[in-house]
């Protein structure tokens, strides 16, 4: 039990107050950002993958017997949809043969960051819908929905911003 919480809990990271999902956030930005540029793209999509997992079965194993909740000290899946918006741009600029993107294109990761947040506050459509599903998977899922359309958002976002778009 004391491993799942230190999983779901994303190291005690869920722990901080106020606002544990923001803290998570954050802190998966951080290193996402760290994991592409030291290691590149293929490891932090590969690390998104693991820590999904890792995520639907920690939620699984600390929500047993306690169906609908959704505790914010669990930021496994804050990190998990993270990870996810992040890996738009990371995979834009890897296309691109930007292997630093981080350090010199800050506002992919700020828009990232900004629309995961907004999106997994907000619950629009199927977000939402995954988020009242009261089970394991829906603590999971609707993060990652959230990743998916901030990820979509931001490389949308970006198209404006540099006229591809217009």
Do not use: N
């Not at 996402?32 to 540029?37: K, L």
């Not at 505790?71 to 995979?91: K, N, S």
């Not at 292997?99 to 990232?112: I, K, L, N």
């Not at 999106?119 to 599903?133: E, L, M, N, S, Y």
């Amino acid at each position: 039990m004391r491993m799942t919480r230190f999983i779901t809990t994303f190291a005690y990271v869920g722990l901080l107050r106020p606002a544990p999902g923001t803290w998570g956030s954050a802190v998966a930005v951080v290193l996402a950002i760290g994991i592409d540029y030291l290691l590149g793209f293929w490891v932090l999509a590969a690390a998104t993958l693991a820590i999904t997992l890792l995520g639907f079965w920690a939620c699984a194993q600390a929500l047993r017997g306690r169906p609908g909740e959704d505790p914010a000290e669990i930021v496994i899946d804050e990190v998990a949809g993270q990870w996810l918006a992040l890996l738009f741009p990371a995979a834009a600029f890897w296309w691109m043969g930007l292997h630093d993107w981080a350090w010199r294109a800050y506002p992919g990761w700020v828009a990232a960051f900004l629309f995961f947040r907004l999106f997994d506050i907000w619950k629009p459509w199927v977000i939402g819908r995954a988020d009242r599903r009261q089970d394991p998977a829906g603590v999971m899922l609707d993060d990652l929905w959230a990743g998916a359309f901030a990820g979509v958002a931001t490389v949308i976002a970006a198209g404006v911003s540099h006229g591809l778009l217009l």
